[in-house]
């Protein structure tokens, strides 16, 4: 929030540092929604091209590789800085997730499309990595068995890798989003997560995809359901919070969720995308809360 160059360095620095430390690039989205969210468009993309070619120089001199940067401009901060641009104009949280659950799910859709069978393209691309990997760290694994573990992972890949670009890019943006109200609006942003609501469409789009998932075992059905939880299911995690908000109950409830997300994180995903679901139906946060909290 001191300028430009600032601004710039911080993104930048975090990005290349995550190439050690891996979790650390939500911090380089964060700080670039945090300057989108607060200046705009433009401010967003002028630090985030003064990150390029500051970047670009450290990624020559440290890695060799002044084009290394150029791969989190696709795969962060483009993707950040369009939701942040979005989350400014809209002043929505909700509105942003919907629209960021439309496009991972147009996006598994065109994937489908154009590949045919994405299982078959990725069980290809694992059977010459996974070995490579393998033999750099030493270790042996007898090619059937290994085959046939690629086999059964396969056909959820694509999945997977949707549900993590979309973590990635949601917690940049809520990272940022935090900065911010923590900067100019303490407590702020508790409220406005806690009011996260389905709309009507979205709801049924949900329920059909999470409900069809193990009853059709149809692969796009199965990999939009992947790709789609950790989104949709922040809709029923604002659910809980506010919850125990308005109940004022003890936080050991959601302490306990998050632990259990950590070991049983797509199922505890499903259920909290269905009770977002449910919640715009029934108002399950007023249920569960016994009625408004003191700050609402």
Excluded: K
């Amino acid at each position: 929030m001191q300028g430009r160059l600032r601004a710039a360095l911080v993104v930048a620095a975090f990005a290349l540092v995550a190439v050690a430390l891996p979790p650390l690039v939500v911090f380089s989205g964060a700080a670039l929604a945090l300057v989108t969210l607060r200046h705009g468009a433009l401010e967003g993309t002028v630090v985030a091209a003064i990150a390029v070619a500051g970047g670009g120089a450290l990624a020559g001199l440290a890695l060799g590789a002044p084009t290394a940067i150029l791969g989190y401009v696709l795969v962060l901060w483009v993707p950040v800085w369009a939701l942040a641009v979005l989350l400014r104009a809209s002043v929505s949280l909700s509105i942003t997730l919907t629209v960021l659950a439309l496009v991972v799910a147009a996006a598994l859709v065109l994937v489908f499309v154009v590949l045919g069978d994405p299982a078959a393209w990725w069980q290809q691309v694992l059977g010459q990595l996974i070995p490579l990997v393998l033999e750099d760290m030493g270790a042996e694994v007898a090619d059937s068995v290994l085959q046939e573990q690629i086999a059964a992972i396969a056909p959820s890949v694509t999945g997977l890798v949707a549900s993590q670009l979309a973590a990635l890019w949601l917690l940049s943006l809520l990272l940022g989003r935090w900065w911010q109200a923590q900067l100019y609006n303490p407590g702020g942003f508790g409220q406005e997560f806690r009011e996260l609501r389905m709309g009507q469409a979205l709801a049924v789009a949900t329920v059909a995809v999470f409900v069809g998932a193990p009853l059709a075992r149809l692969p796009l059905i199965v990999n939009l359901a992947l790709g789609l939880s950790i989104v949709l299911g922040m809709f029923g995690l604002a659910v809980l919070h506010s919850a125990v908000q308005r109940s004022r109950a003890g936080r050991g409830w959601l302490i306990a969720l998050y632990v259990g997300m950590a070991f049983l994180m797509y199922p505890v995903l499903t259920v909290l995308a269905l009770l977002g679901a449910t919640d715009q139906w029934l108002d399950l946060r007023r249920r569960f809360g016994g009625g408004r909290g003191p700050s609402e």
